[in-house]
């Protein structure tokens, strides 16, 4: 079902008439930030696998033409058609997926993004392009042209999978750290921003470390093949992983450069994302000293079902840092600038001064908000405002939250909710709004929860 | 002092719509591709005396689909920095179609992959083939399908308005098929001898030329253009298109009384009138956003902060890139090795 607002009332001057003046799409109980998440983990992982592979393979396929290892070329060969079937068919279309999701659900973000960084998208679009044709060549031409040639291509390709890697990665570390585009709303403030960088080493090194975890995996799936065989393309694809052993000075970098109050989130401020946080990077550092010592030191070999454990733990591990970097910039989804609900801090003044239903047209059609009741209008006001993270009965549901509370605890928590729940953005609105929302909450509140505090009301 | 606003146009807005126009004259010459590759493969699922060869017919449909999707981030991406509210608001009116089209993007791939893979086990045509192949082109038809939804959706004057019908979707997409099909045509007519053993342009190629003719045609007759120069040059070059199509079905069809000399002039009739059709659409589009929206939500009324220095990284980086596409397509025409790839 989705919400038809209709225009009401005056758009105050300078007010971005943007926000919020769009119908609402309405996920159920399964809930938005649940979709963006799912999305966002697949298409990462393989993204990610995609940028290892294009450094990876390049340089393996060299290593292995110098050496006339006949054995790596045959496997880097059956390893590439992963890539076309796994990368440029899933990748590519959870990339765009993305895209999609994030216009549904958060229509306001990506319109900043998109007219901040028009320019760097679309370059990013040219190594893209880049990197699909030099993808396919790479792999449908192989012993089709001369080995130098073929080279050329895979380091073609890994430049284009890394290049749209670093400008993604500007735009989305932009998110947590704007810097000085706060004040300049400049491009490159923006794009090359603080955390810009300590981001784009983490990035490549998961990356690298995806390829080498799909080396073991795709060397034990091809049956027949002798252990010796085996182990050798798994030692010389162990080198991929060794950099995880460097993700704890990284990840301080990358906390030196974040907002203090993010920072303070990940390290002890919310249990969830701490232990993601922690998971993450032990996971990792452990993955990656194992790779030293054990295949690369003492050239050891991994079984398949080894190889799928050490590859889950990855991939696991880097969902969480990604839960974790979409986490801290909670109450944030452009740190200091604009709300997790699409709201901009200059926004919330003005819905402060004059009322949600005066600068937002989220109201349904053709009906005047003055003509609906208290709750309706609180209905509303929770889907503008609360309904981009909470759903009422499902994922990060509210009923839970409020329904044991009293109207006035409604009323209390929600005027000071930066205060109590710092990843949560303050309320905005007036008095007269506050109320709407506290008697829309109200219902809420299970039977027995009503009854019990009508009684102590009336007790009182 | 306060910071300039960051929703200004990050270009004017006729740059915009000039990079729009173009990358979705690029989005429909790769949808041409994956067209042509579908029906070729149908004509080999089908057809009597199958010629073509399974792996380049393969290539073509997959690399078809990849560009057709990666050609097609830049005109979205595009339209929404100009026209960004409606398309939103259009986006999420139909939600859950709309979303949908990843999964048909992911469906559609794989059930090409899957035909081909059934190609190769079953040693030819089969019952499985086909219906993996048909279910391909439903995706297809499914996603444009969508996309003219959204776009028409997109138009109406007021965002959150009730949903617009099935009927019109469909018959819009009319124009925007034709047009494919078209550009399938001259794929076909420039590089289809290469996906058969017999080194013959594929017959399918004129019948894709008439069916995009008749579709054109037809939609550039009874679908409204604005009154505008624009609206009206849109509409004589999709009529352009549809009457070079016919041209193009006629030699075709004559082409074993053709001398040899004259098949390149089939190709650049067919490729002209690709690129009409696909240029006429764009007018059309473009003039009815400028019409319907400068109202509501145009781009036209916003204020502009051009961005230069990205503008240029972006102009070098296409540069780049084009000479890179250009290397590395001069080393795959080189003789190619003995061994063959297949899945």
């Given at each position: 079902?989705?919400?038809?607002?209709?225009?009401?009332?005056?758009?105050?001057?300078?007010?971005?008439?943007?926000?919020?003046?769009?119908?609402?799409?309405?996920?159920?109980?399964?809930?938005?930030?649940?979709?963006?998440?799912?999305?966002?983990?697949?298409?990462?992982?393989?993204?990610?696998?995609?940028?290892?592979?294009?450094?990876?393979?390049?340089?393996?396929?060299?290593?292995?033409?110098?050496?006339?290892?006949?054995?790596?070329?045959?496997?880097?060969?059956?390893?590439?058609?992963?890539?076309?079937?796994?990368?440029?068919?899933?990748?590519?279309?959870?990339?765009?997926?993305?895209?999609?999701?994030?216009?549904?659900?958060?229509?306001?973000?990506?319109?900043?993004?998109?007219?901040?960084?028009?320019?760097?998208?679309?370059?990013?679009?040219?190594?893209?392009?880049?990197?699909?044709?030099?993808?396919?060549?790479?792999?449908?031409?192989?012993?089709?042209?001369?080995?130098?040639?073929?080279?050329?291509?895979?380091?073609?390709?890994?430049?284009?999978?890394?290049?749209?890697?670093?400008?993604?990665?500007?735009?989305?570390?932009?998110?947590?750290?704007?810097?000085?585009?706060?004040?300049?709303?400049?491009?490159?403030?923006?794009?090359?921003?603080?955390?810009?960088?300590?981001?784009?080493?983490?990035?490549?090194?998961?990356?690298?470390?995806?390829?080498?975890?799909?080396?073991?995996?795709?060397?034990?799936?091809?049956?027949?093949?002798?252990?010796?065989?085996?182990?050798?393309?798994?030692?010389?694809?162990?080198?991929?992983?060794?950099?995880?052993?460097?993700?704890?000075?990284?990840?301080?970098?990358?906390?030196?450069?974040?907002?203090?109050?993010?920072?303070?989130?990940?390290?002890?401020?919310?249990?969830?994302?701490?232990?993601?946080?922690?998971?993450?990077?032990?996971?990792?550092?452990?993955?990656?000293?194992?790779?030293?010592?054990?295949?690369?030191?003492?050239?050891?070999?991994?079984?398949?079902?080894?190889?799928?454990?050490?590859?889950?733990?990855?991939?696991?591990?880097?969902?969480?840092?990604?839960?974790?970097?979409?986490?801290?910039?909670?109450?944030?989804?452009?740190?200091?600038?604009?709300?997790?609900?699409?709201?901009?801090?200059?926004?919330?003044?003005?819905?402060?001064?004059?009322?949600?239903?005066?600068?937002?047209?989220?109201?349904?059609?053709?009906?005047?908000?003055?003509?609906?009741?208290?709750?309706?209008?609180?209905?509303?006001?929770?889907?503008?405002?609360?309904?981009?993270?909470?759903?009422?009965?499902?994922?990060?549901?509210?009923?839970?939250?409020?329904?044991?509370?009293?109207?006035?605890?409604?009323?209390?928590?929600?005027?000071?909710?930066?205060?109590?729940?710092?990843?949560?953005?303050?309320?905005?609105?007036?008095?007269?709004?506050?109320?709407?929302?506290?008697?829309?909450?109200?219902?809420?509140?299970?039977?027995?929860?009503?009854?019990?505090?009508?009684?102590?009301?009336?007790?009182? | 002092?306060?910071?300039?606003?960051?929703?200004?146009?990050?270009?004017?807005?006729?740059?915009?719509?000039?990079?729009?126009?173009?990358?979705?004259?690029?989005?429909?010459?790769?949808?041409?591709?994956?067209?042509?590759?579908?029906?070729?493969?149908?004509?080999?699922?089908?057809?009597?005396?199958?010629?073509?060869?399974?792996?380049?017919?393969?290539?073509?449909?997959?690399?078809?689909?990849?560009?057709?999707?990666?050609?097609?981030?830049?005109?979205?991406?595009?339209?929404?920095?100009?026209?960004?509210?409606?398309?939103?608001?259009?986006?999420?009116?139909?939600?859950?179609p709309w979303l949908a089209i990843i999964a048909y993007l992911l469906i559609g791939f794989y059930a090409l992959y899957l035909s081909r893979f059934r190609w190769d086990k079953a040693g030819g045509p089969s019952a499985s083939g086909k219906g993996y192949l048909i279910l391909a082109m439903l995706m297809v038809f499914a996603i444009g399908f969508t996309y003219s939804w959204n776009h028409l959706q997109s138009l109406t004057a007021r965002p959150w308005a009730d949903r617009i019908s099935h009927a019109l979707a469909a018959r819009r997409l009319s124009?925007?098929?034709?047009?494919?099909?078209?550009?399938?045509?001259?794929?076909?007519?420039?590089?289809?001898?290469?996906?058969?053993?017999?080194?013959?342009?594929?017959?399918?190629?004129?019948?894709?030329?008439?069916?995009?003719?008749?579709?054109?045609?037809?939609?550039?007759?009874?679908?409204?253009?604005?009154?505008?120069?624009?609206?009206?040059?849109?509409?004589?070059?999709?009529?352009?298109?549809?009457?070079?199509?016919i041209i193009g079905f006629a030699l075709l069809w004559a082409r074993q009384s053709v001398t040899a000399r004259f098949i390149p002039w089939v190709r650049w009739t067919s490729l002209v009138a690709a690129l009409a059709g696909a240029l006429g659409l764009v007018l059309q589009r473009e003039s009815w956003r400028l019409h319907t929206l400068s109202a509501n939500s145009g781009a036209s009324v916003e204020p502009v902060r051009m961005q230069w220095g990205p503008f240029v990284m972006f102009a070098l980086a296409l540069v780049v890139g084009l000479l890179?596409?250009?290397?590395?397509?001069?080393?795959?025409?080189?003789?190619?090795?003995?061994?063959?790839?297949?899945?």
């Amino acid at each position: 079902m989705v919400l038809r607002p209709v225009r009401h009332g005056a758009v105050t001057a300078g007010f971005w008439p943007g926000h919020m003046d769009y119908p609402i799409f309405d996920l159920g109980p399964f809930g938005p930030s649940t979709l963006i998440a799912v999305v966002a983990i697949i298409h990462v992982v393989i993204a990610q696998f995609a940028v290892g592979f294009g450094i990876a393979t390049p340089w393996l396929e060299a290593r292995a033409l110098r050496r006339n290892d006949t054995i790596l070329l045959d496997f880097l060969r059956r390893y590439a058609r992963f890539l076309i079937l796994f990368s440029f068919v899933a990748g590519a279309i959870t990339g765009v997926g993305i895209w999609f999701v994030v216009g549904l659900i958060s229509p306001e973000t990506i319109a900043l993004l998109l007219r901040q960084f028009v320019w760097g998208w679309a370059t990013e679009w040219v190594f893209f392009i880049v990197e699909i044709l030099s993808g396919y060549i790479y792999y449908f031409y192989w012993d089709r042209m001369d080995p130098k040639t073929h080279v050329r291509i895979g380091v073609i390709y890994g430049i284009a999978a890394w290049g749209s890697l670093l400008i993604i990665n500007g735009i989305l570390a932009f998110m947590l750290t704007p810097g000085d585009w706060l004040t300049t709303r400049s491009f490159w403030d923006g794009w090359l921003n603080p955390g810009v960088w300590p981001s784009l080493v983490l990035r490549t090194i998961s990356s690298l470390a995806l390829a080498g975890l799909f080396i073991a995996v795709v060397a034990n799936i091809k049956p027949g093949d002798e252990v010796e065989k085996r182990r050798h393309v798994i030692n010389e694809g162990s080198i991929f992983l060794v950099p995880l052993a460097l993700m704890l000075p990284v990840s301080i970098w990358f906390f030196a450069v974040s907002p203090a109050p993010a920072t303070r989130l990940v390290l002890g401020g919310a249990v969830a994302m701490t232990m993601f946080f922690m998971f993450g990077l032990v996971a990792s550092t452990l993955i990656g000293l194992y790779a030293y010592w054990g295949l690369l030191k003492n050239r050891r070999s991994v079984h398949l079902e080894t190889a799928l454990l050490l590859t889950a733990i990855a991939l696991i591990a880097t969902g969480a840092m990604e839960y974790m970097r979409e986490g801290m910039r909670k109450p944030y989804v452009v740190y200091g600038y604009m709300y997790a609900n699409g709201l901009t801090q200059a926004q919330m003044q003005t819905i402060n001064q004059s009322g949600f239903f005066a600068t937002q047209p989220v109201i349904a059609q053709g009906i005047n908000p003055d003509r609906l009741s208290p709750v309706e209008r609180g209905r509303l006001i929770f889907r503008g405002q609360c309904g981009r993270c909470h759903t009422i009965d499902g994922y990060n549901a509210i009923r839970p939250l409020v329904e044991s509370w009293t109207p006035e605890m409604i009323r209390d928590n929600t005027r000071q909710l930066q205060r109590l729940r710092g990843f949560m953005p303050p309320f905005a609105g007036t008095d007269a709004d506050l109320e709407d929302l506290v008697a829309y909450l109200s219902t809420l509140r299970s039977a027995q929860w009503s009854a019990t505090v009508s009684q102590r009301e009336a007790g009182q | 002092m306060t910071p300039p606003d960051p929703m200004a146009l990050p270009a004017p807005v006729e740059l915009l719509q000039f990079l729009f126009g173009l990358t979705f004259v690029l989005h429909i010459g790769f949808l041409g591709l994956l067209v042509a590759a579908l029906w070729a493969k149908a004509g080999a699922e089908w057809g009597r005396r199958p010629s073509y060869d399974p792996e380049r017919l393969h290539r073509a449909g997959v690399l078809g689909f990849s560009m057709t999707i990666t050609a097609g981030v830049a005109p979205l991406l595009f339209v929404q920095v100009l026209y960004g509210k409606s398309f939103y608001s259009s986006s999420i009116k139909i939600g859950f179609p709309w979303l949908a089209i990843i999964a048909y993007l992911l469906i559609g791939f794989y059930a090409l992959y899957l035909s081909r893979f059934r190609w190769d086990k079953a040693g030819g045509p089969s019952a499985s083939g086909k219906g993996y192949l048909i279910l391909a082109m439903l995706m297809v038809f499914a996603i444009g399908f969508t996309y003219s939804w959204n776009h028409l959706q997109s138009l109406t004057a007021r965002p959150w308005a009730d949903r617009i019908s099935h009927a019109l979707a469909a018959r819009r997409l009319s124009g925007y098929g034709g047009v494919a099909f078209i550009a399938s045509a001259a794929w076909a007519t420039w590089f289809g001898r290469l996906w058969r053993r017999d080194g013959a342009t594929p017959s399918g190629a004129k019948w894709a030329s008439l069916a995009g003719a008749a579709f054109v045609l037809i939609w550039a007759l009874v679908s409204d253009f604005t009154s505008d120069g624009w609206g009206q040059n849109g509409k004589r070059l999709l009529l352009t298109s549809g009457l070079l199509s016919i041209i193009g079905f006629a030699l075709l069809w004559a082409r074993q009384s053709v001398t040899a000399r004259f098949i390149p002039w089939v190709r650049w009739t067919s490729l002209v009138a690709a690129l009409a059709g696909a240029l006429g659409l764009v007018l059309q589009r473009e003039s009815w956003r400028l019409h319907t929206l400068s109202a509501n939500s145009g781009a036209s009324v916003e204020p502009v902060r051009m961005q230069w220095g990205p503008f240029v990284m972006f102009a070098l980086a296409l540069v780049v890139g084009l000479l890179v596409l250009a290397w590395m397509l001069m080393q795959v025409r080189r003789p190619p090795g003995t061994s063959s790839q297949t899945y």
